[in-house]
């Protein structure tokens, strides 16, 4: 009597929620048969998942001719290249017989192709871009807001004040305190996950009033409130060259510290001029830039930028800005209208101009989100996303895993990892590089494409303590691997994007733990 597996029912890379439902196995027998043993000994098939034997157990169909088995995916499987089912039935110390109790000789059968039955089943999973409030699991249980996963992971998120972001329209909206920030980009309107920024301070006041006396507008004027900004409001505001044969422009007097980086941006739009200069002072030094507003690129420079960017954000606006290093205290930003390049000295004409918004003056050396004020400088706290490590993770031996897009900065940025110096993914070198630490010393590899505000990444670390073994691997690229003097130290949390110091100041998609040393060859699978 022989065995014939005929079918295969399972999900082929089904949404995280369904990571564990059962992998059913039908087996039709030639005439009925009738099964024992269970459930101490019930006969069963092996199942090769990512290396690791699994078996699917006998679970119905005794007295009858289709015999079902059934594997449950356990907390860690991960094989997305296909498990691999294995003849013949094993009894296990069971027994498989026909209705008059004779032995059956052969369960052997031919195997099926099991190539697209596919699995990845972290013990923890964040999925920022799923939908509006992301979805995640936690040891097999789903949960679909952020809120209800951290009150079950023990987890929180905090920032002591609002913050902006772009919805999924591309208009710019501002979160509460302590809430989340899902970003997306406003011209695609493709969500970017998770934004996690450091503290900034803007130190410009009046950041969307140009018509207050705290700018000063040289052979030019303001029209206050002329046309709609990023966030929807009629709020935007005109400069406007008045007729003098002169340079137009307006500037403002913050306290600064010679010595220190600064950046200094403003969302601007095409009018009646689309050229304009942004400059770190009214006599152009340290540098400044032409900005073409009819298509969003850079033209001239003078002196020394540390670094310049010009991102879209819709409806002709653009988010402009430059970098540089402070040469004395009083120095004075400022934007400058133009009616060619490289000409920003004319008789103008009384009428023409760009539009403004949201100017902001920040200490460091890149861009980050727009911070409002009225009066005074503000403050935008810090954001703080991080889970226990309690039951929810094992310290001795794991994998990480993470989408993100690349830190703005060229320093060492944590995407997911612990909040002391060990066992975590961290980019470097504007991301070229990913790196992991374990203490003592530094394991790192190339990431390409290098990672950009518009190219995520992904990227995967495994290790384990009693073989002291790690690897790390970024966009299915070489394998980085070998052995550590340290073990990763158990902390007591994992932070989400970094903290403090080491915040990412970009965005992460999507971010999964597994209990287990993942293999080189599913790292490399759950990257590419």
Same mark, same amino acid.
């Not at 706290?381 to 900065?409: C, M, R, V």
């Not at 990913?434 to 990444?457: E, H, K, R």
């Given at each position: 009597m022989k065995t014939l597996l005929q079918s295969l029912c399972f999900f082929c890379l089904m949404p995280i929620s369904a990571f564990a439902a059962p992998l059913s196995f039908t087996v039709n027998m030639s005439e009925a048969v009738t099964v024992s043993g269970c459930p101490a000994n019930c006969p069963r098939i092996a199942v090769d998942v990512g290396g690791v034997t699994r078996y699917a157990s006998y679970a119905s169909g005794t007295g009858g001719s289709a015999l079902t088995f059934t594997y449950t995916p356990q907390v860690g499987d991960v094989d997305l290249d296909g498990v691999t089912v294995s003849s013949p039935v094993d009894l296990n110390g069971g027994t498989i017989v026909d209705l008059n109790g004779n032995a059956i000789s052969d369960l052997t059968f031919t195997p099926p192709n099991t190539a697209n039955?596919?699995?990845?089943?972290?013990?923890?999973?964040?999925?920022?871009?799923?939908?509006?409030?992301?979805?995640?699991?936690?040891?097999?249980?789903?949960?679909?807001?952020?809120?209800?996963?951290?009150?079950?992971? %023990?987890?929180?998120?905090?920032?002591?004040? &609002?913050?902006?972001?772009?919805? =999924? +329209?591309?208009?710019?909206?501002? !979160?509460?305190?302590?809430?989340?920030?899902?970003?997306?980009?406003?011209?695609?309107?493709?969500?970017?996950?998770?934004?996690?920024?450091?503290?900034?301070?803007?130190?410009?006041?009046?950041?969307?009033?140009?018509?207050?006396?705290?700018?000063?507008?040289?052979?030019?004027?303001?029209?206050?409130?002329?046309?709609?900004?990023?966030? %929807?409001?009629?709020?935007?505001?005109?400069? &406007?060259?008045?007729?003098?044969? =002169? +340079?137009?422009?307006?500037?403002? !007097?913050?306290t600064m510290t010679s010595g220190v980086a600064y950046t200094f941006s403003v969302f601007l739009k095409k009018a009646e001029r689309d050229i304009a200069i942004i400059d770190s002072d009214t006599d152009g030094t340290p540098g400044w830039v032409y900005v073409d507003l009819s298509n969003g690129t850079f033209g001239a420079q003078s002196g020394t930028l540390l670094s310049k960017s010009i991102i879209a954000v819709g409806s002709d606006w653009y988010k402009v800005s430059i970098s540089y290093t402070a040469d004395r205290v009083a120095m004075q930003p400022c934007v400058f209208l133009a009616n060619n390049i490289p000409s920003y000295s004319y008789i103008g004409d009384g009428t023409s101009g760009i539009y403004v918004w949201g100017a902001q003056l920040e200490q460091g050396a890149f861009p980050t989100s727009y911070i409002p004020t009225t009066n005074a400088a503000v403050a935008r706290?810090?954001?703080?996303?991080?889970?226990?490590?309690?039951?929810?993770?094992?310290?001795?031996?794991?994998?990480?895993?993470?989408?993100?897009?690349?830190?703005?900065?060229t320093s060492f940025?944590?995407?997911?990892?612990?909040?002391?110096?060990?066992?975590?993914?961290?980019?470097?070198?504007?991301?070229?590089?990913?790196?992991?630490?374990?203490?003592?010393?530094?394991?790192?590899?190339?990431?390409?494409?290098?990672?950009?505000?518009?190219?995520?990444?992904?990227?995967?670390?495994?290790?384990?303590?009693?073989?002291?073994?790690r690897s790390l691997v970024a966009n299915a690229g070489a394998i980085g691997s070998g052995g550590y003097a340290d073990g990763y130290q158990q902390s007591t949390a994992v932070w989400i994007g970094g903290a403090g110091g080491y915040a990412l100041n970009s965005h992460v998609r999507k971010a999964k733990y597994y209990p287990v040393r993942v293999s080189d060859t599913q790292l490399q699978l759950l990257t590419q």
């Open positions: 039955v596919k699995i990845n089943y972290p013990s923890l999973g964040m999925d920022f871009v799923y939908d509006a409030d992301g979805r995640y699991t936690l040891n097999g249980t789903a949960y679909n807001d952020l809120s209800s996963f951290l009150t079950a992971a %023990g987890g929180t998120f905090s920032r002591g004040s &609002v913050g902006t972001y772009f919805d =999924s +329209t591309g208009t710019l909206q501002t !979160a509460s305190a302590n809430t989340p920030r899902f970003d997306h980009d406003p011209v695609t309107h493709a969500a970017k996950g998770i934004l996690i920024e450091e503290q900034r301070t803007n130190l410009l006041a009046y950041s969307e009033q140009f018509d207050n006396a705290s700018w000063v507008k040289s052979n030019s004027t303001i029209v206050a409130n002329a046309t709609t900004a990023p966030d %929807g409001t009629m709020t935007a505001d005109k400069l &406007v060259e008045n007729t003098n044969n =002169s +340079t137009h422009y307006m500037w403002i !007097a913050p706290h810090g954001d703080i996303f991080q889970i226990p490590y309690s039951a929810n993770f094992l310290s001795t031996k794991g994998a990480w895993y993470a989408e993100a897009f690349n830190a703005p900065d940025k944590r995407i997911i990892g612990t909040n002391i110096a060990d066992g975590y993914l961290t980019y470097g070198t504007n991301g070229a590089a990913l790196q992991s630490w374990d203490g003592v010393s530094n394991m790192q590899v190339t990431i390409s494409p290098s990672a950009s505000d518009s190219i995520y990444g992904k990227y995967a670390l495994g290790w384990d303590n009693s073989t002291m073994t």
